[in-house]
């Protein structure tokens, strides 16, 4: 199976930037397409933005422009690069993986946290 390790988050200002990756363990990576959810406290957990397995790419409306996903496969790791963050942005950032696109979402990370300050 896949075991995914998301590493980046942290504290930052307003109007600044974090970059997070996604590390995953199986040799078949560029099979995988990958998406990156996110939950606030007290939220219910959200779609944040998906990449398939060529490269293609989806947003939420809300972090459309600002949010970048990419993806190494020689690296085995995905990545989602994070401008102009705002405040709402604030929550657990998790990365998962499934086979196909009409597929669930079968694998997740732990979690990285990720705190914007006003």
């Known amino acids: 199976q896949v075991q995914l390790v998301e590493s980046g988050g942290g504290l930052v200002q307003a109007g600044g930037s974090l970059r997070l990756s996604c590390a995953a363990s199986?040799?078949?990576?560029?099979?995988?397409?990958m998406g990156w959810f996110r939950q606030a406290p007290g939220k219910e957990r959200e779609f944040v933005a998906a990449?398939?397995?060529?490269?293609?790419?989806n947003y939420a409306d809300s972090v459309k422009g600002r949010f970048t996903a990419s993806r190494d496969n020689a690296k085995n790791t995905v990545y989602l690069q994070m401008n102009s963050l705002k405040p709402e942005d604030t929550a657990v950032y998790y990365c998962?993986?499934?086979?196909?696109?009409?597929?669930?979402?079968?694998?997740w990370g732990q979690g990285t946290q990720v705190t914007v300050s006003s």
């Open positions: 990449i398939n397995w060529i490269g293609n790419t």
């Open positions: 199986t040799r078949t990576f560029s099979r995988y397409a």
């Open positions: 998962a993986a499934k086979l196909a696109p009409s597929g669930h979402y079968a694998y």
